[in-house]
């Protein structure tokens, strides 16, 4: 997660945590321990504002984050409209 921020944001640790609604605290402590993805409990709001903060896919973060995206579509037109997701 902190390579995302780093790589695809200008916002610092603090600014991060707090548009992602996620504790500093909590945020300081997985980077310095490196705690496993597995471990690391987000709700789906906090992926989401993660997702726009970094201007990625949800799909593109799950994978960025070692989950195996095998056999996972991508989102079509057809489905983006059934889901009510606005057209780009």
Excluded at 17 to 44: A, F, H, M, N
Excluded at 57 to 78: E, I, N, Q
Aim: glycine share 6%; charged share 25%; aromatic share 6%.
């Amino acid at each position: 997660m902190e390579v995302l921020r780093i790589e695809l944001t200008e916002l610092s640790q603090d600014e991060f945590v707090v548009q992602c609604g996620i504790s500093r605290t909590t945020y300081q402590r997985w980077v310095r321990e490196k705690v496993p993805l597995d471990e690391i409990k987000l709700s789906p709001e906090q992926i989401v504002k993660m997702c726009r903060i970094c201007h990625i896919s949800p799909k593109t973060f799950f994978g960025r984050m070692g989950v195996d995206l095998a056999g996972v579509p991508d989102d079509s037109p057809v489905d983006r409209q059934v889901i009510g997701v606005p057209q780009s």
